[in-house]
């Protein structure tokens, strides 16, 4: 079974959200229980999961319902769009708090000084060592974005 804290406070806020009858956060949250099990199914072998494969699924989950969410906004059904953010936003709740972008810019120019880049054949290198420091507090594409306006495209 799961040991990681995140798992655990997952878990309690499955049984709080059962207890009060908060149907859709319960339903989002025994996805992302679901989800968790079938990673540590296949990591079986490997040991238990960890915050960090928790954090991952959640990350895959939020993303996949902003993605749902444009989706069903160019299909013209903003009712559903609406609720896919709504569950995105529960899930949000189980992230690091976000970098702000002055602080992802101070992250990213520190790297680049560092690593000596100088230009656009650099932000392979420069993305990598910035999605290390950030550590899940900034997604890639906004990573990219600032290590883009660094060094130029």
């Known amino acids: ?7 655990d406070r997952i878990q309690r806020d499955m049984v709080s959200a059962m207890k009060a009858r908060d149907e859709k956060t319960l339903s989002v949250l ?16 490997k040991g238990e999961l960890e915050d960090e494969d928790v954090l991952v699924l959640v990350r895959r989950a939020v993303k996949q319902r902003e993605e749902a969410s444009q989706l069903y906004k160019s299909g013209n059904a903003p009712e559903r769009a609406e609720a896919e953010l709504e569950e995105a936003k529960i899930l949000e709740g189980y992230l690091p708090l976000q ?10 120019a520190g790297v680049v000084g560092a690593m000596g880049a100088v230009g656009p054949k650099d932000i392979g290198r420069v993305m990598g060592r910035v999605m290390q420091e950030v550590s899940g507090r900034a997604d890639g594409k906004r990573v990219k974005e600032a290590v883009t306006k660094l060094l130029g495209n």
């Open 1 to 7: 079974m799961m040991v990681c804290q995140l798992a």
């Open 30 to 45: 025994r996805m992302l229980k679901a989800s968790m099990q079938m990673a540590e199914a296949e990591r079986s072998r």
């Open 99 to 108: 970098l702000d972008d002055g602080e992802l810019n101070d992250i990213a």
